[in-house]
């Protein structure tokens, strides 16, 4: 995830620019709740100055976050999980009985009632990513398919230069990418859930927790039936902000069910299904619409394509045509 040094993340939602503690101290508290703080400057005389950028998507909580001098953080125990990811310099968090140095290739994940304290080095920027652990809870019960008693314990250092954490980067990446389309309005409801989904997703596979091991055995063979019910699921209720874990939970079976009963059945993920039903959906708005009075871009966001780039590539591949030439039809 290295930037930059010129580069913001989130540029277009300013959350505040202060050089005052205290106000910092609220506004933090108040972006990313139930995380009581204490901030104290570690220089004497140093400028104290906090640069913050917020984006909400689904559940999840993006923030662009950076101080201008060293910076010492104290808090009480967390309600949610945080992954933090430097884009350059370095904190190191202490936490109970262990110390994590994070750097542009080492993030820091903070589980549901760590405490601890954080030296955040001055021009240090991160991203910090807040997930409901009820996200968590409920997409990893849809990928074992039984309830989860305990909470999800990661380890708290995340290599971001190894091959696991790389889906997980991109997931992050699509988010940004997102932002910097959005121009300052709030995401689509579709594409936020559909990368809040992918963000935790990710996050359960790319980091190792103590239902790793479970999470990777091989999972039950399920029947061609299951996919023919989940398909028409999706074919009865495309517009709905599906993610493959609810998707799977709609046939009772665990998500790696599911995923291996479509690649073998369909050749495709279920996600993938998804999308082209929504593209035949889109087709058929565009074949009935009028130039002038309809648009593709609004066609095509409604029905949750937000990169026009993308949807314009996978309409043509699947259609052979461009869509505005279905719309002139």
Same mark, same amino acid.
């Given at each position: 995830?290295?930037?930059? #040094? ?10 505040? %620019? ?15 709740? %139930? ?14 100055t ?8 689904g559940a ?14 104290? !808090? ?12 350059r310099?370095? $904190?190191?968090? &202490? ?15 903070? @589980? ?8 955040? #080095?001055?021009? +240090?920027?991160?991203? +910090?990513?807040?997930?409901? %652990? ?19 314990? =990661?380890?708290?250092?995340? +290599?971001?230069?190894?091959? $696991? ?7 992050? &990446? ?8 959005? *121009? ?12 809040? !989904?992918?963000l935790?997703d990710?996050?359960?596979?790319a ?7 479970e999470? !990777? *055995? ?35 079976? #665990? ?13 495709m #993920? ?17 074949l009935? @619409? ?6 593709? $871009? ?6 949750? =394509? ?9 309409? %043509?591949? *699947? ?11």
């Amino acid at each position: 995830m290295n930037t930059d #040094s010129t580069d913001e993340a989130l540029a277009a939602y300013p959350v505040a %620019r202060t050089r005052d503690i205290g106000h910092a101290t609220e506004v933090l508290e108040r972006v990313l709740p %139930r995380i009581p703080l204490q901030l104290r400057v570690t220089e004497a005389g140093a400028l104290f100055t906090m640069h913050m950028n917020a984006l909400d998507v689904g559940a999840v909580t993006a923030s662009y976050l950076r101080f201008g001098a060293d910076i010492h953080v104290v !808090n009480s125990e967390t309600a949610s999980y945080h992954v933090n990811v430097p884009l350059r310099g370095s $904190t190191i968090w &202490r936490a109970r009985r262990y110390v994590v140095q994070s750097t542009p290739s080492v993030a820091a994940v903070l @589980g549901p009632g760590t405490d601890g304290e954080l030296l955040w #080095s001055g021009g +240090c920027a991160q991203l +910090c990513l807040m997930l409901p %652990r009820s996200s968590l809870d409920r997409e990893l019960e849809r990928h074992l398919d039984r309830e989860i008693v305990e909470p999800v314990v =990661f380890a708290p250092a995340m +290599c971001l230069t190894s091959p $696991t954490a790389r889906g997980w980067l991109d997931a992050l &990446r699509l988010v940004l990418n997102e932002a910097d389309r959005g *121009k300052g309005r709030s995401l689509h409801p579709l594409t936020s859930r559909t990368l809040e !989904n992918l963000l935790v997703d990710s996050l359960l596979l790319a980091q190792p927790h103590n239902y790793t091991a479970e999470l !990777n *055995k091989p999972a039950r063979a399920t029947s061609p039936r299951v996919v023919r019910e989940a398909m028409e699921h999706l074919e009865a209720r495309p517009e709905h902000t599906w993610s493959v874990g609810e998707l799977a939970g709609s046939v009772h079976v #665990s998500v790696r069910a599911l995923q291996d009963a479509f690649a073998r059945s369909a050749g495709m #993920s279920p996600m993938r299904y998804l999308r082209q039903v929504r593209l035949a959906r889109v087709r058929a708005e565009l074949l009935a @619409g009028v130039p002038g009075d309809t648009t593709v $871009t609004e066609v095509a966001t409604r029905w949750g =394509f937000a990169h026009h780039g993308h949807f314009a590539a996978a309409y %043509r591949a *699947k259609f052979g045509e461009p869509p505005a030439r279905t719309l002139r039809r």
